[in-house]
């Protein structure tokens, strides 16, 4: 009997008309801008107007890549680019000038210890298995950029997992680091757009010593679980002694403007082995009350 299977699909696809239209003939008509195929013009995509169409390329980009890469969901890592790896630390410390500068980069060579925290880290849950759906779970993710960043991707690379990296286009030149994967090395225009792919994806969170970066991120993250816009998950603040300092949590308790139960949004940890010891107990305790709710 004839197969009378209908095809798959009629039309040209996008690729085949695009490939046709850079060999096309050369005339007034087709050199003039408006003859370019939309997809392809790129001073029309990049006009005011297009704002929203290109916000959601950059949400459908990431999330396809993604997906294509089979990871479900991925263990973000917050922090600074300006701390020093441990064995660039005292190279650091030899190019201050002054007192000041001297004690700056005394400060950054004691923290460079969380390079190696964030690496340790990166080790310990990139070598989980998949999942029964052969999805990939706490996929290692960064900002893609030096330092505590390139710690975390470097800690994936060290055990031959793969790692995401989410870089920002910024006004001065910079590079993803060397240790994100080049198939999940993600390059964003929108802020916006980038902080929601850390979160959307995340089931733990580790914000290292930081700075404006990382407090915008860590706290857009607080405020989301805070107010219930989002499922709590594990967020850690790693250095005790660094987040002490810089912020006085107890005193927004003390001053009426957060709760004191908002405050077990987050867990101090000091140690890579501590992190995941959190994460594991975390999600245990959300096992048990899921289980204890069935059976009533």
């Not at 980009?61 to 064995?87: C, W």
């Not at 630390?89 to 001297?102: F, P, V, Y």
């Not at 286009?169 to 680091?177: G, T």
């Not at 949004?265 to 994460?279: L, N, P, Q």
């Amino acid at each position: 009997m004839t197969d009378t299977r209908p095809p798959s699909r009629v039309f040209r696809r996008a690729k085949q008309d695009a490939d046709t239209a850079k060999g096309g003939i050369s005339t007034p008509q087709t050199e003039n801008p408006a003859y370019r195929l939309a997809f392809q013009d790129m001073d029309f995509l990049l006009r005011e107007d297009l704002r929203p169409v290109r916000f959601q390329l950059e949400l459908l980009k990431t999330q396809l890549v993604l997906d294509e890469a089979n990871i479900a969901s991925t263990f973000v890592m917050y922090g600074s680019a300006r701390i020093p790896a441990p064995d660039k630390a005292e190279e650091l410390l030899a190019l201050a000038t002054d007192d000041q500068s001297r004690k700056i980069a005394e400060r950054l060579v004691a923290k460079s210890k969380y390079y190696e925290v964030a690496r340790d880290l990166a080790k310990i849950v990139s070598v989980l298995p998949k999942d029964e759906d052969g999805k990939r779970q706490f996929v290692v993710c960064s900002g893609g950029g030096p330092s505590i960043m390139e710690a975390a991707n470097r800690g994936a690379t060290d055990v031959g997992a793969e790692s995401i990296g989410l870089n920002i286009v910024l006004p001065h030149e910079q590079a993803p680091n060397p240790y994100v994967t080049p198939s999940l090395s993600l390059q964003f225009h929108y802020f916006a757009l980038r902080k929601m792919h850390f979160l959307l994806h995340a089931r733990a969170l580790a914000a290292f010593p930081g700075g404006f970066g990382t407090f915008d991120e860590l706290f857009e993250l607080l405020t989301l679980i805070q107010t219930g816009k989002i499922d709590p998950i594990p967020v850690l603040l790693v250095g005790r002694e660094f987040w002490d300092k810089v912020v006085n949590f107890q005193a927004l308790v003390d001053e009426g403007v957060v709760s004191e139960r908002d405050l077990s949004i987050f867990h101090y940890v000091e140690t890579a082995e501590e992190a995941w010891g959190v994460v594991q107990q975390f999600y245990r305790d959300r096992e048990a009350k899921q289980q204890a709710a069935l059976a009533r």
